[in-house]
């Protein structure tokens, strides 16, 4: 009697057994199944990202400092673009690529700094290669340093910004018009407080002043857009600058990354465009987004260059922006040491 008492318990007490069995095995399962996927999206993600050698070494190159500089690009590449979207984005047609931005981000344990560089700063460009083909070396001169990016790209822009400033760039990234207007359009637009009301012809930007959420066409003209500014390129850098917090600060939200119906569209509207170099990987952008965030959230810098002189005449005749030689080392010393980075105006 108590035997078969003992079977039928025992007989019982297996369906609950292989209840537990089944819920620990969609658990596994449901686990591993998130787990491929993130891996997935991460090798997908991280394949998108378009690589170059623009950090080679060269003799006299800056030993490598404390921290981590990136020098961020923002060219005014046409790649991707139809004819209709030149005309409906006011970028007009161009061949190549020039830069309409430049800036630098320092990440230190002192603080985290982005730093404007003027497009039309007066500095000695190196000696480098002519990339027409004929095989010839251009000599060392000075010009403005967009010239930099027109004559050799990013390698010879990195270069021109090393020898300057005496410091070592770690990472670099470049996004063209495409890339910019798909990153903005893809996050769904960026929460921008335009300080006046701003319309401008020629970047067809037409905004009311107020708190409004500007699309990538708005975006693209509000950081291009400079005539109805009486510093015009240094006040388009501050709006550089302002936007590109605002827009790593919507990138980077948890409900940006945690929708898949935004982050996927972001990676690849983003990533498409993005030139990086060899080293840098997406946890690279991923920690200069939130370099980015922090520093427009209160924790770091935002500076321009310490300029001497914004209306250098050159011998040539144009105008120019000279540098400040003390502050500007001053500056540039202190990411290089990861130091504090001085006020300077």
């Known amino acids: 009697m108590v035997l078969v008492v003992a079977e039928l318990a025992d007989l019982g007490a297996r369906p609950r057994r292989s209840r537990k069995k089944i819920v620990g095995y969609s658990v596994l399962g449901l686990v591993l199944a998130l787990l491929v996927t993130m891996v997935g999206t991460y090798f997908w993600a991280d394949g998108k990202l378009h690589h170059e050698n623009v950090l080679a070494d060269y003799p006299g190159r800056p030993a490598a400092g404390k921290g981590t500089n990136w020098l961020i690009v ?34 230190g344990d002192n603080g985290n700094t982005l730093m404007s560089i003027p497009r039309d700063s007066w500095v000695q460009i190196p000696a480098h290669q002519d990339t027409s083909g004929s095989g010839k070396t251009v000599p060392a001169a000075t010009h403005k340093i967009n010239a930099a990016f027109a004559a050799g790209g990013g390698r010879l822009l990195v270069q021109t910004v090393e020898t300057n400033m005496d410091l070592r760039i770690d990472h670099y990234a470049e996004i063209g018009f495409a890339g910019f207007v798909g990153l903005v359009d893809a996050v769904g637009g960026v929460e921008m407080t335009i300080d006046q009301p701003v319309k401008d012809k020629d970047s067809g930007l037409d905004l009311q002043a107020g708190t409004q959420t500007l699309n990538g066409k708005q975006a693209l003209a509000f950081v291009r857009q400079r005539h109805q500014m009486a510093d015009q390129d240094l006040g388009r850098m501050r709006n550089q600058q302002k936007f590109l917090g605002a827009l790593a600060k919507q990138a980077a939200s948890p409900t940006t990354l945690l929708n898949p119906f935004t982050f996927y569209p972001l990676v690849s509207a983003g990533l498409d465009t993005v030139i990086v170099d060899d080293d840098a990987g997406l946890t690279d952008l991923g920690s200069m987004f939130l370099a980015m965030k922090g520093v427009t959230g209160g924790d770091g810098k935002t500076i321009t260059v310490p300029i001497g002189n914004p209306d250098y005449h050159t011998p040539t005749g144009e105008s120019a922006v000279k540098w400040d030689p003390a502050k500007s080392k001053a500056v540039f010393d202190a990411m290089k040491n990861d130091t504090a980075v001085p006020d300077v105006k």
């Open 74 to 107: 923002g060219s005014d590449s046409r790649a991707g673009l139809t004819e209709a979207d030149e005309q409906n984005l006011h970028t007009g047609s161009a061949e190549g690529k020039r830069s309409d931005s430049m800036m630098i981000l320092h990440i």
